[in-house]
């Protein structure tokens, strides 16, 4: 058939696809231009990423390393592009997982670490490893196959976190678990012993009289006494035992794997024989002792806060047996921490309840035989109890802290007391007020008000003394010394109570200007058969006077007594011979006594 186109019409045809094709190159062109810009934008960001940006391809070759990725590995670009990945950053114990992903990814297409975020360590040019942020995504298409690794180096946040978590579980001060830790350690090791059927004891530890080292040294001094306690203490125990640091001087130990409890007790031995060698800080040589109570799990308790209360009591009743010993928990100790819970919730109510009354004996001045002084002592008629002692609730109110409130209220009423005394029958009469070293120590700013009630009421400070111990005398603490100097200023007096039974330092007495000695009732008593304590008293008596103070000797019961007490000088005597303790009724029939017989026979009363 023949050619019906003409040559026009093959002009057209050629003129169309030149057309075509030169929109085709355009089109092209102006597609290259934009992945070129792409291309171009995405360097851009690659290099300015906080990332390490390491792309590589399905058989494991690097083919992309931006700035960080130098940065934080160590190699250049020309250095590692077209080198296996697994021979330059990741680590040896990494490799054998990885290529075995990249085999099951190649063949399935599955991985369990694409499009995540992971942490992970990789390989740093001079053979470190260091923590790295990692989240991995693939591209999979006709035109280009690689994978695109986008790594942060969070060295410094892992750093940070260690640096939290140290603070968050280790003492400071002797690097040992603190007690958040140690918590964790119990637990974890009882369920250890759930596991293999085993026990474990868990001990309280607690450096007897820390506190007068520390005080007497100073606290840096106190500080290393306690590093070298602590390193001590992990010698004795074995490496899968826990040695922890509480607070203070208080210590735990958990010893897990117990199968005889018996075997206990030569490793609180041990570690009381351990602690009781004397200990060398610098030219200062330290000696301690320590109180240990031990608890089993699970034959005691399976509950962490029974736990620490066996332990805790265990350790306080080998401390109240003398220092250097270890106690085991018992019922019995469980009993006694009850009933002591009891009374602590008792005398809260006391104090509320009126259930406390002062009663008054009478301190006689012997030279010139009269009544113008007694001892203010606390009673507590507990409403099932009856009579109860204070040498029961005392120590176990200055124990809870319950012993200021008591002090106070006890300063109030004695004061008031006293007050009207003065004016009805003497105007030099004085009470004594006996206080605990806690009303010192912790309650100061309590007993600051004592002055200022004074002063709002106007009583003079003579209305009142106050009896320390010894022991106060030995505290070196600046708040201590400031307190009896703001006594002194109020014209507060202060006596020594028991004088001779504690340190009976002369030096302390001169400088803390005391007011009275009270001689131990248990020298004058014996003085009318035993001649030490015939010589004892008197020389307290002599010396007393040459400096200056006057003397009270408590526990009179026999004339021969108050006769040899006055013969020695002796300022006052208080005692049975006199009176027993009596309620403030009472007390005012003693002083109506004394008002109005004739002296020589009110010496003789025995009310």
Not at 104 to 122: D, K, P, Q, W, Y
Not at 322 to 344: D, V, Y
Not at 382 to 389: A, I, Q, T
Not at 422 to 439: A, C, D, K, L
Request: overall charge negative; charged content about 25%.
């Amino acid at each position: 058939m023949p050619d019906t186109n003409s040559p026009a019409d093959e002009n057209d045809e050629k003129t169309l696809l030149e057309a075509r094709v030169k929109a085709l190159e355009t089109d092209l062109r102006q597609k290259k231009e934009i992945i070129l810009a792409q291309h171009t934008q995405l360097e851009a960001f690659s290099e300015s990423s906080i990332d390490a940006l390491v792309q590589m391809d399905f058989d494991g070759y690097i083919t992309g390393w931006n700035k960080q990725a130098e940065k934080i590995f160590g190699w250049s670009a020309d250095e590692i592009l077209e080198q296996k990945i697994e021979q330059m950053i990741i680590p040896v114990r990494y490799r054998a997982a990885h290529l075995k992903g990249m085999k099951r990814f190649l063949e399935t297409g599955e991985t369990s670490v694409m499009n995540s975020l992971i942490e992970i360590h990789a390989l740093h040019r001079n053979g470190h490893e260091f923590p790295v942020e990692l989240s991995l995504s693939v591209i999979d298409s006709p035109d280009l196959q690689e994978f695109n690794a986008y790594i942060r180096d969070i060295s410094e946040r892992k750093h940070a976190e260690t640096v939290i978590w140290n603070q968050a579980n280790f003492d400071s001060l002797t690097s040992l678990p603190n007690r958040n830790l140690f918590l964790q350690n119990l637990e974890h090791e009882m369920h250890s012993c759930d596991r293999s059927n085993q026990s474990m004891a868990l001990m309280y530890l607690d450096v007897d009289r820390f506190k007068d080292v520390n005080d007497s040294l100073g606290h840096d001094m106190g500080d290393l006494l306690l590093i070298e306690i602590s390193s001590r203490l992990k010698k004795v125990v074995r490496e899968i035992d826990t040695v922890s640091r509480l607070s203070g001087d208080e210590f735990t130990i958990i010893l897990g794997n117990i199968d005889d409890q018996l075997a206990v007790q030569p490793i609180c031995q041990e570690l009381l024989d351990s602690l009781a060698r004397p200990f060398q800080l610098d030219n200062e040589k330290v000696f301690l002792t320590a109180s240990i109570g031990v608890t089993f799990y699970p034959q005691d308790s399976k509950k962490i806060e029974d736990l620490q209360r066996n332990a805790d009591q265990a350790m306080y009743a080998a401390k109240s047996e003398g220092s250097n010993r270890f106690n085991f928990f018992t019922p019995e100790l469980q009993q006694r921490a009850l009933r002591k819970r009891k009374m602590i919730g008792d005398l809260r109510k006391a104090i509320n309840g009126e259930q406390f009354e002062i009663y008054y004996q009478p301190i006689i001045d012997l030279q010139e035989n009269m009544l113008n002084k007694a001892e203010a002592l606390l009673r507590w008629h507990h409403p099932e109890s009856g009579l109860v002692s204070p040498a029961v609730f005392i120590p176990i109110a200055e124990e809870s802290g319950l012993i200021s409130e008591i002090g106070n209220w006890v300063f109030y009423n004695a004061i008031e007391q006293a007050g009207q005394w003065r004016e009805q029958y003497n105007g030099e009469f004085q009470v004594s007020i006996n206080t605990s070293p806690w009303q010192w120590i912790d309650e100061a700013a309590a007993m600051s008000k004592w002055f200022s009630h004074l002063s709002q009421h106007g009583i003079s400070g003579q209305t009142i003394s106050v009896e320390i111990t010894e022991g106060l005398l030995m505290d070196a603490r600046d708040k201590i010394t400031n307190r009896l100097l703001d006594f002194r200023d109020a014209e507060i007096q202060v006596s020594i109570d028991d004088f001779g039974t504690g340190y009976s330092s002369l030096s302390y007495l001169k400088q803390f200007d005391i007011d009275y000695l009270k001689i131990d009732q248990s020298f004058v008593r014996n003085m009318d058969h035993d001649p030490n304590d015939l010589a004892l008293c008197e020389a307290i008596i002599v010396m007393a006077q040459k400096l200056g103070i006057k003397v009270i000797a408590e526990g009179v019961e026999t004339e021969n007594q108050d006769r040899l007490l006055k013969d020695f000088g002796c300022d006052f005597g208080q005692g049975y011979l006199y009176s027993r303790p009596v309620p403030a009724a009472d007390f005012e029939s003693l002083l109506e006594q004394w008002s109005t017989k004739d002296k020589s026979s009110a010496s003789k009363n025995t009310a």
